[in-house]
Nanobody, 122 residues
Framework: QVQLVESGGGLVQAGGSLRLSCSAS????????MGWYRQVPGKQRELVAT???????AYADSVEGRFTISRDNAKNTVYLQMNSLKPEDTAVYYC????????????????WGQGTQVTVFS
């Protein structure tokens, strides 16, 4: 069983910063790409940023230059540093990971965290 647990969301004034964390635990053999997505009510979940196991990153245009994704492979953790936050960044943020497990056989699945609310007020 694999779990992703997020933390770090909250309420922040526009222009401020937040740092999200997401840690994976369980019978993990290997974690490949990890990422952050966000969703507002009534809209589809959208990609915010991704990072490969080797550290290559990619960002949505809307967050490029303001958000930074990073990971600590020894801790099975991915981070999202969010600076210069805007009200339009308000959403539930979800982490996502492509994980290989060996317990009971080889499996490769995409796992999601439970989500953490980020609210930016002006």
């Amino acid at each position: 069983q694999v779990q992703l647990v997020e933390s770090g969301g909250g309420l922040v004034q526009a222009g401020g910063s937040l740092r999200l964390s997401c840690s994976a635990s369980g019978s993990i053999f290997r974690i490949n790409a990890m990422g952050w997505y966000r969703q507002v009510p009534g809209k589809q979940r959208e990609l915010v940023a991704t990072i490969t196991s080797g550290g290559t990153t990619a960002y949505a245009d809307s967050v490029e230059g303001r958000f930074t994704i990073s990971r600590d492979n020894a801790k099975n953790t991915v981070y999202l540093q969010m600076n210069s936050l805007k009200p339009e960044d308000t959403a539930v943020y979800y982490c996502n990971a492509d994980i290989e497990t060996l317990r009971g056989g080889y499996y490769r699945n995409t796992y999601w965290g439970q989500g953490t609310q980020v609210t930016v007020f002006s």
